[in-house]
């Protein structure tokens, strides 16, 4: 099978349709990283996902709408807290998990009786959405493990071959996949960190707790106790004040002939002097929009990436650090 590259026009939205509705999957952009859709509806559509993924069973899937599609048919007990977060978020990178009705695959959620909502804001993402109008099953359209996908090309590189058709969407501006918010308690949770973090969640709904994974303990969100975001090369990770380890471990691998890259942000960059950088750039969104690039630019060029963490580590940097120190384990 050849793959389809095509950018987001109507022939390329009705190939999709006709793939989606013949069960098949897409990739397609969205505003946090790409996702390989398929139709929840439809069993043996979903189940195409883990196999192509290469994904654990166990681990469930996040249901894509579009911003007019009527959750009330997919999810039950939507509490007021999560119409004022609708409200302020939507569409956006939040995910939301509500008590599922049960309509859509039960291969979707793995067994669980809760189903993960998502509204993603990208133009095409929409565009895509609205002409099917149907809920898309949609994990982040990498292999398993490997780094999550902000382009077309990324996409391309994992899964040409296995998949028929990549909408291009450009480069996904967030770069980090979205929050994943429990909405079946009296309280939202944050299950997995994102752009839209824990403070702005609390901001305008009160309050919103953390859910914390440690190993061994059985997870309510399946995804958080997994290996993830890893790229194909060595990865060692620094604290914001080892900078000096880290040149050191840097100069260690490149006299001894590997191609050692250092990856941090703007501010550790311009107090370093090696010649081989990953520059995240300044700010948390930039950072987050730029990780997962420069993570598969790194596995292209180096033998071992030596990354550094960044200063500032609350925010979307809660979100940022989760991924990196998954990437450098
Ligand atoms: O930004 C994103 O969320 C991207 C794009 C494509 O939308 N998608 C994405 O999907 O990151 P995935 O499959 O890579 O991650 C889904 C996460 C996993 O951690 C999974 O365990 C969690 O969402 N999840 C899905 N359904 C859940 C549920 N019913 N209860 C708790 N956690 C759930
Ligand atoms: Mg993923």
């Not at 008590?99 to 095409?124: D, F, M, Q, W, Y």
């Not at 973090?197 to 953390?210: D, L, P, Q, W, Y």
């Not at 190993?215 to 990865?235: E, F, Q, V």
């Given at each position: 099978m050849i793959t389809k590259v095509l950018q987001i026009d109507e022939s390329a939205l009705s190939l999709s349709k006709k793939i989606i509705e013949n069960g098949g999957v897409v990739a397609i952009p969205t505003e946090t990283v790409y996702g390989l859709g398929a139709n929840a509806f439809d069993?043996?559509?979903?189940?195409?996902?883990?196999?192509?993924?290469?994904?654990?069973?166990?681990?469930?899937?996040?249901?894509?709408?579009?911003?007019?599609?009527?959750?009330?048919?997919?999810?039950?007990?939507?509490?007021?807290?999560?119409?004022?977060?609708?409200?302020?978020?939507?569409?956006?990178?939040?995910?939301?998990?509500?008590?599922?009705?049960?309509?859509?695959?039960?291969?979707?959620?793995?067994?669980?009786?809760?189903?993960?909502?998502?509204?993603?804001?990208?133009?095409?993402?929409?565009?895509?959405?609205?002409?099917?109008?149907?809920?898309?099953?949609a994990p982040s359209a990498n292999v398993s493990k490997h780094v999550s996908p902000t382009t077309a090309e990324h996409v391309f590189t994992d899964l040409n071959g296995k998949i028929e058709l990549i909408l291009d969407g450009g480069k996904s501006q967030g770069g980090i996949e979205s929050t994943v918010l429990d909405c079946t308690g009296v309280a939202p949770v944050?299950?997995?960190?994102?752009?839209?973090?824990?403070?702005?969640?609390?901001?305008?709904?009160?309050?919103?707790?953390?859910?914390?994974?440690?190993?061994?303990?059985?997870?309510?969100?399946?995804?958080?106790?997994?290996?993830?975001?890893?790229?194909?090369?060595?990865?060692?990770?620094?604290?914001?004040?080892?900078i000096g380890k880290a040149v050191n471990l840097y100069n260690e691998e490149t006299s001894k002939g590997a191609r050692a890259y250092i990856l941090c942000d703007g501010e550790a960059a311009r107090k370093i002097n090696v010649a081989n950088v990953l520059n995240l750039g300044d700010g948390e969104n930039e950072i987050a929009s730029n990780l997962y690039l420069k993570l598969r630019e790194g596995e292209k060029i180096a033998d071992i990436i030596i990354a550094v963490a960044p200063e500032k580590q609350d925010g979307v940097m809660v979100g940022v650090m989760n991924r990196l120190t998954k990437a450098c384990r």
């Open positions: 069993n043996a559509a979903v189940e195409k996902i883990f196999e192509i993924k290469g994904r654990p069973n166990d681990n469930p899937l996040i249901v894509h709408v579009h911003k007019d599609y009527d959750i009330s048919t997919l999810v039950e007990d939507i509490p007021d807290y999560a119409k004022l977060l609708a409200k302020a978020f939507l569409p956006g990178p939040l995910t939301m998990v509500y008590k599922s009705k049960g309509t859509v695959s039960s291969v979707v959620s793995c067994g669980l009786n809760t189903l993960a909502i998502r509204i993603p804001s990208h133009e095409g993402a929409q565009k895509f959405l609205k002409y099917v109008n149907l809920p898309i099953a944050v299950l997995r960190s994102g752009l839209i973090t824990r403070e702005m969640i609390a901001k305008v709904v009160g309050e919103c707790g953390e859910y914390v994974y440690k190993d061994g303990m059985r997870a309510i969100s399946p995804g958080l106790k997994y290996k993830h975001y890893s790229p194909n090369c060595r990865t060692v990770l620094f604290n914001s004040d080892e």
